[in-house]
Every structure is written in structure tokens, then in C-alpha cells.
């Protein structure tokens, strides 16, 4: 019975450690995957008309999203910043 019950507790923790490998693998790893990941989790992303701004004027748009539209529940200030770098510096526009 002892037996048993340790087979099952070692199936239990390899389930829940696949489970956390899963969910860090799916992690947004550059700061692209983060605008991706956050921004399309509310809304579908245009990046054509996103490109219609100058960069120095894109990293607002984070700003509006999150102090204007809830958007700060679901991006942190720290993500924020990474994803205002990533649409003035790095977002290859069509």
C-alpha cells in the first residue's frame, strides 16, 4: 500500500512539474513576443496602422492602453517599458 501511494505521489509531482515546464515555456522571451502576447490578449493587433505613427510616438500608445483602457492588468510597468523600446526601436514595419 505504501508502495502504492508513493507511485502515485511521483506521478502526481511529474504531472505538476510538466505543467510549470509548460507554462515557462510559453513565456514571452523578446521584447516582440511580449507586445504580441500582451497586446493581441485584448485586442487584434494592426500592426499596418500601428506603423502609420512615427516611432518616438508609438511608446504613448502603451501609455493610453494602460492608463486609459485596463490595459495595466495585464502589463506591468517593467513590461511596458520593454514593449515602448521594442515599437520606437525595433517594430519592422509593411
Known sequence: ???RVKW???GVLMVLLSAV???WAMLPRTPR????ARCSSCH????ARLCEFEPALRPAIVDVMRH???ADQVISAEEALAIRDYLKE???CP
Open 21 to 23: 515546464f509548460v507554462w
Open 90 to 92: 525595433a517594430l519592422i
Open 44 to 47: 487584434e493587433l494592426r500592426i
Open 33 to 36: 513576443e511580449l507586445f504580441l
Open 8 to 10: 502515485m505521489g511521483a
Open 68 to 70: 486609459e483602457h485596463g
Open 1 to 3: 500500500m505504501q508502495s
